[in-house]
């Protein structure tokens, strides 16, 4: 069961997962991990339920699950997070566990510069989320109760269970602490967010953001085959306003499928709503005209960037349609 995004918390639409794991989250430790392990309570895809799928300890889930406690306590994990953050909110889905979900849960954080299970374990913890009754196959947006920076989780399931996937969703901080210096503005680990796209067929426009190169053609943003007149395109929010110095569009493992031609407007944003800013990126000035892109390629750009000093938001029109891998957004932080 999914909520529409309309029915969302605005934390959920503005802002990133924290513990996603191309971030470089992980999950640390586990009291059981018996019918299904951690680390894929954190994959950033989408729940799966295979029928009829086995393994040597029972039915194979797509989640993090624990065998059924006979014994007094409950079970717990520690997750590490790709950043170090301020936490918002959090999505607990369990989906495809339904006489095998974790009937409640409760989470504290902490702040720590070590991974050690031990140092952690002696760490001083706060509660973000108390515990909560959770229903099966269901996704449960829930707030966090309190303030503060944070780079580890730890998870407790009462009494044991499966929870499908946790998402932690939050703004990173201490991304842009040197005023001189060049940043990637648009990088999902910057703060970074895809706000809006036309078309995302074939891959998602967050991608984009991602770290690193794209792993294959699945690892991008790709638009359908265009059968009419116009353009694809999606709108980027920076992690923070910044003026921007330098472009990259990388086309990598898109051959067949690259756009032809791509090309930036840019404004700095401020009220409104996403929905509203679809509408005003029509009439953005041009940050970067119209491009030439090749295939399986890096395309950088710096001087036919226009000076329009501070921006907030990006707009990447794709000419027609294609796959576009990775968009760097090289600047530094307006002061």
């Not at 792993?215 to 059968?227: C, P």
């Not at 472009?247 to 700095?268: S, W």
Request: net charge negative; hydrophobic share 40%.
């Amino acid at each position: 069961m999914h909520a529409a995004t309309s029915d969302l918390p605005l934390w959920a639409t503005r802002s990133i997962n924290l513990a996603d794991p191309r971030l470089g989250a992980r999950g640390l430790a586990a009291s059981d991990e018996f019918f299904a392990p951690l680390s894929r309570m954190l994959d950033p895809a989408p729940a799966t339920f295979i029928p009829g799928k086995y393994d040597e300890n029972g039915k194979w889930m797509d989640g993090w699950e624990t065998r059924r406690k006979r014994v007094m306590g409950h079970d717990w994990s520690m997750i590490k997070l790709g950043r170090r953050g301020v936490i918002a909110g959090f999505d607990v889905d369990t989906s495809h566990f339904t006489g095998n979900y974790a009937p409640a849960i409760s989470i504290e954080a902490t702040t720590s510069a070590s991974d050690d299970i031990n140092d952690l374990q002696a760490a001083r913890w706060t509660e973000v989320l108390p515990s909560t009754s959770l229903n099966g196959n269901s996704h449960h947006w829930l707030n966090s109760v309190a303030a503060g920076e944070y780079t580890h989780l730890r998870i407790h399931i009462y009494p044991d269970g499966g929870i499908a996937r946790l998402r932690v969703y939050g703004q990173p901080v201490g991304a842009f602490n040197d005023a001189d210096a060049l940043y990637d503005l648009a990088a999902l680990e910057n703060g970074g967010r895809a706000v809006a796209w036309n078309d995302a067929h074939f891959g998602q426009a967050s991608n984009l953001l991602l770290p690193g190169r794209g792993i294959n053609m699945g690892d991008g943003w790709e638009t359908r085959r265009r059968r009419e007149p116009g353009n694809d395109w999606c709108l980027i929010e920076l992690g923070a306003p910044g003026i921007i110095e330098r472009i990259e569009v990388d086309t990598a493992h898109f051959k067949g499928n690259y756009p032809d031609r791509c090309m930036l407007q840019a404004a700095l944003m401020q009220g409104g709503t996403d929905q509203s800013l679809i509408t005003q990126s029509m009439f953005w000035p041009v940050l970067l005209p119209e491009q030439p892109l090749q295939m399986d390629a890096i395309h950088t750009f710096s001087s036919q960037l226009a000076a329009l000093g501070p921006v907030s938001h990006v707009r990447l029109n794709i000419i027609p349609d294609g796959g576009v891998s990775r968009l760097r957004l090289w600047g530094k932080v307006a002061r």
